[in-house]
């Protein structure tokens, strides 16, 4: 069975940076399309970055260009992402999910705060 567990998430200022992980089990990490989503408060869930299983490749939404990235590391089975420049509106659940088997991590909270 596949899982997916995501961390790094927590509380930051406007302009501070965080790291999130998510560690994937289960199935070949190697082949696995990966994407994170977003679940800001009141609102709708939507994609923030997505990384394939191979190459250069990524998708980002717009407004997350330039600020986040995302990379994996394969021997570990994880994929991050790395967020700087932090703003109030990206507070929201951050979430990590294997397309392939439409599977989601619990999400783990993001909170860029004063």
């Known amino acids: 069975q596949v899982e997916v567990v995501e961390s790094g998430g927590g509380l930051v200022q406007p302009g501070g940076s965080l790291r999130l992980s998510c560690v994937v089990s289960?199935?070949?990490?190697?082949?696995?399309?990966m994407n994170w989503y977003r679940q800001p408060p009141g609102q709708k869930r939507e994609l923030v970055a997505a990384?394939?299983?191979?190459?250069?490749?990524?998708i980002y939404v717009d407004s997350a260009k330039g600020r986040f990235t995302t990379s994996r590391d394969n021997a570990r089975n994880t994929v991050y992402l790395e967020m700087t420049n932090l703003k109030p509106e990206d507070t929201a659940v951050y979430y990590c999910?294997?397309?392939?088997?439409?599977?989601w991590g619990q999400g783990t909270q993001v909170t860029v705060s004063t």
């Open positions: 990384i394939p299983s191979f190459g250069t490749g990524r």
């Open positions: 999910h294997a397309p392939r088997f439409d599977r």
């Open positions: 289960g199935f070949p990490f190697t082949t696995l399309v």
